[in-house]
């Protein structure tokens, strides 16, 4: 099983921060398991472009989630006052800095959203434990990918999967059947929908300029 995230600042909250969670909290649990992985969320451990693509390509799976913050810092505030506490208390930790300074500003726009990264693994047949999330409605659990509750504690039902290449194949060929192969998210599909947007606002000033 194969991720790469990347530690992002506390300032952007808790959803931010589920990158780097993601890796430690996996690792962990499965440590002891007879499966051979590579994840890390550490900036040196970074992949772009070809290497990427084999990292992807050489693994049964890949563990991800949906993208996105649940803090909007518009005026700098959060990120001031995190930089001051972690001035004072440089060994403080996410949950610790959380409840001191992030408190008031936590959840006060939260973005979540499917990545490429997810379109990416299902063009590879790569399977994708992801954790539970809406993924714009796009993704459905067990048809698409695996569904990792965020407590972690269906893990070890997502390992017995993941030892198990029949069914890791079928949701594999069912994800790139519905996702890729039925080309319903091609840039095509997407250049239509952006047309129509744009269609939409030149009528509405057309109709506005009509009506001085």
């Not at 909290?25 to 969320?41: A, C, F, Y």
């Not at 900036?43 to 992807?56: T, V």
């Not at 936590?106 to 990545?115: M, P, R, S």
């Amino acid at each position: 099983m194969a991720y790469r995230g990347r530690e992002l600042p506390y300032w952007l909250g808790r959803l931010s921060y589920e990158k780097t969670r993601l890796s430690d909290e996996v690792g962990k649990r499965i440590s002891n398991l007879p499966l051979k992985t590579d994840l890390s969320s550490k900036e040196k451990d970074r992949l772009y472009r070809d290497k990427w693509q084999a990292f992807l390509k050489s693994a049964k799976a890949v563990l991800g989630l949906e993208g996105g913050a649940s803090i909007f810092d518009f005026d700098g505030k959060a990120e001031e006052a995190v930089l001051n506490y972690l001035e004072s208390n440089p060994n403080a930790d996410f949950e610790e800095v959380s409840t001191q300074v992030l408190s008031p500003y936590e959840g006060n726009i939260v973005h979540q959203t499917i990545t490429p990264r997810s379109f990416e693994a299902i063009a590879y047949r790569t399977v994708q434990v992801l954790l539970k999330g809406e993924y714009r409605g796009i993704l459905e659990p067990w048809k698409h990918y695996l569904p990792l509750e965020r407590d972690f504690s269906n893990i070890d039902k997502i390992v017995s999967y993941l030892s198990d290449d029949e069914k890791l194949q079928e949701i594999a060929d069912f994800a790139y059947a519905d996702i890729i192969d039925s080309n319903l998210y091609s840039s095509s599909v997407l250049g239509q929908g952006v047309d129509g947007v744009v269609d939409l606002i030149r009528n509405f000033k057309s109709k506005q300029l009509c009506a001085e």
